[in-house]
């Protein structure tokens, strides 16, 4: 049975929906985590019996799937128009922008990096989803010297957690835990595959701390002693073709951070293995399919019945691209990492 993509875009006051006369020429909406602004760009055709009322940070949502089976996929606020006598080309961006545009200063004592996100999220007018609270922090600072998705992005990775927005525009940060797992079989879902580079980026990672709470207890003073606090983790380097051992494998690549705000080594411990886990977790796979609106951020994919074996296996998503046109039908784009 033929599948006939759909589509509906809320825009301002007007809905633009699929039909014998479509509206919209194409519509492409990239979602992303760890990285920048999720984005829509959608082209409407302006037509006599069609009046779309639109403006600049007006709400769009837009909503893809088959028939009637319609699931939402963006919801952000307009950036950019471009209007002429035959269409209507849309920009639009979802909150991490505004995430980007806000800036602060503020100091936080005895609080958790959700805490700390949760507050800069509420201060940047930016709805939140799931927010886990990661490590707790003696203090913390936020300078106006980065922007607060800069800020929110440097306890992400000292967490090991993702940050990125549901369809609904709201704020997530928590560690990669999927609770949805998508099979895709080759020769029925997979149009195309690609494999990436898999090479190892660090085998080891130092966190520096300052005061010697392993000691003393995490409110002690750094004056207190001199001792410094240490946390290491450290990976099995593999070389390009995952082979461990010689070659390109046996080149040292290590990685220091110096964190003041860390005070016990436990805490520096496990902060450098889940940013060495997270470095690590490089890109592997890029999947064209058969346009799927029901796989979202923070889900997986489990690939089946591909002729290279080594292929096949579970990968986490990290960036959904949905592609639908009237000359090339639906089409979903993923971007993944090896689990």
């Known amino acids: 049975m033929p599948l006939h993509p759909s589509y509906e875009i809320k825009v ?12 919209a020429i194409s519509i492409l909406v990239d979602m992303t985590i760890d990285s920048y602004a999720g984005s829509t760009e959608t082209v409407l055709r302006v037509k006599e019996d069609n009046k779309i009322q639109v403006k600049k940070n007006s709400p769009i949502t837009i909503s893809i799937g088959y028939e009637n089976e319609l699931l939402r996929v963006f919801s952000g606020k307009i950036d950019t128009l471009s209007i002429n006598l ?5 920009i639009a961006l979802n909150s991490i922008f505004s995430l980007c545009n806000f800036r602060t200063d503020r100091f936080y004592e005895n609080q958790t990096a959700g805490d700390v996100v949760k507050d800069l999220a509420k201060d940047a007018n930016v709805k939140v989803d799931n927010i886990s609270n990661g490590f707790m922090f003696p203090y913390y600072a936020v300078d106006s010297n980065k922007n607060a998705f800069e800020h929110i992005k440097d306890l992400a990775f000292l967490c090991g957690f993702d940050i990125y927005c549901t369809p609904e525009d709201k704020l997530v940060f928590k560690k990669y835990e999927p609770s949805t797992k998508h099979k895709l079989l080759y020769g029925q879902d997979i149009i195309n595959l690609k494999k990436l580079d898999p090479s190892t980026i660090y085998n080891s990672l130092s966190i520096l701390g300052e005061s010697p709470s392993s000691i003393k207890g995490s409110d002690t003073s750094h004056w207190l002693t001199k001792k410094q606090v ?5 990976s099995e380097l593999k070389d390009d073709n995952g082979d461990s051992g010689g070659g390109a494998a046996a080149a040292t690549r290590e990685l220091h951070f110096s964190k003041r705000f860390v005070k016990d080594e436990d805490t520096a411990k496990k902060i450098a293995e889940g940013s060495l886990k997270k470095l690590n977790s490089h890109l592997l796979l890029q999947i064209e399919i058969v346009g799927n609106p029901s796989i979202f951020l923070g889900d997986s994919v489990i690939i089946e019945n591909v002729p290279l074996k080594e292929l096949n296996g579970e990968y986490r998503i990290k960036t959904i691209e949905h592609f639908i046109s009237k000359y090339t039908g639906y089409v979903t784009t993923l971007k993944c990492q090896g689990v």
């Open 230 to 234: 240490k946390g290491f983790a450290e």
């Open 12 to 23: 301002g006051s007007s809905i633009v929906k699929s039909g014998l006369s479509d509206t």
């Open 86 to 90: 035959s269409q209507i080309s849309i």
